[in-house]
């Protein structure tokens, strides 16, 4: 089956793309009003883009009327935000601060999750998530009904458990990953894979 973009619906093409690039990470990111209200939201386009510095990026969605949501208002505002693992834990929690509340309202509370001091940007991180990256807004790049926001990594947290040999235990940590609809997935089988050296003859 060929699908040719133009001939579909946007509903249609997003489907593919969700359903084809999985199992996506899930970016749990808090971010911060000029009322001090913490702002929580999951997103699954997201991933690494740079490693010097280290920045990671996410995409959010804007709402049907084409305003930005809360999350991408408040990273124009202040220029920082924090990017959370979402894990097996807490993955319950994180759902729920998808829930549309108001820009006064903090999805944190509702969710039952605890804010504590950023130790290099205004905006709290999530006390129960293992692994926190504090960032500042490098680039911001508008795509139509999305917004891409990359964030330079100012400072990582990691439970102190998760690390070993300055690597983190990926069976400890138990990351959740996005598929499609209402679908996540944990990590399964693990196998490695060593790259090819290419030798001339």
């Not at 926190?132 to 990594?153: S, T």
Request: charged letters at 20%; proline letters at 5%.
């Amino acid at each position: 089956m060929i699908s040719k973009m133009k001939d579909q619906t946007v509903h249609d093409n997003y489907k593919l793309l969700i359903g084809s690039v999985v199992p996506r990470p899930i970016a749990f990111v808090t971010s911060i009003n000029a009322e001090g209200i913490v702002n929580a939201a999951p997103f699954s386009f997201f991933n690494i883009v740079n490693e010097d510095p280290p920045m990671v990026m996410f995409s959010c969605g804007r709402r049907a009327d084409g305003t930005l949501k809360d999350t991408a208002r408040n990273i124009l505002a202040n220029q920082e935000f924090v990017v959370h693992v979402t894990d097996e834990d807490n993955i319950e929690a994180i759902n729920h601060t998808s829930i549309s509340a108001p820009a006064h309202i903090s999805e944190l509370e509702l969710a039952g999750l605890t804010a504590v001091p950023g130790s290099t940007v205004a905006v709290p991180r999530v006390q129960e998530s293992p692994v926190a990256m504090e960032c500042r807004l490098a680039q911001y790049v508008e795509l139509g009904h999305f917004d891409v926001f990359i964030g330079e990594v100012l400072s990582f947290y990691v439970r102190d458990d998760l690390i070993h040999n300055g690597r983190i235990d990926i069976g400890k940590l138990k990351p959740v990953s996005r598929l499609a609809g209402s679908s996540y997935s944990a990590i399964g089988r693990i196998f490695d894979l060593d790259r090819p050296v290419y030798e001339d003859q």
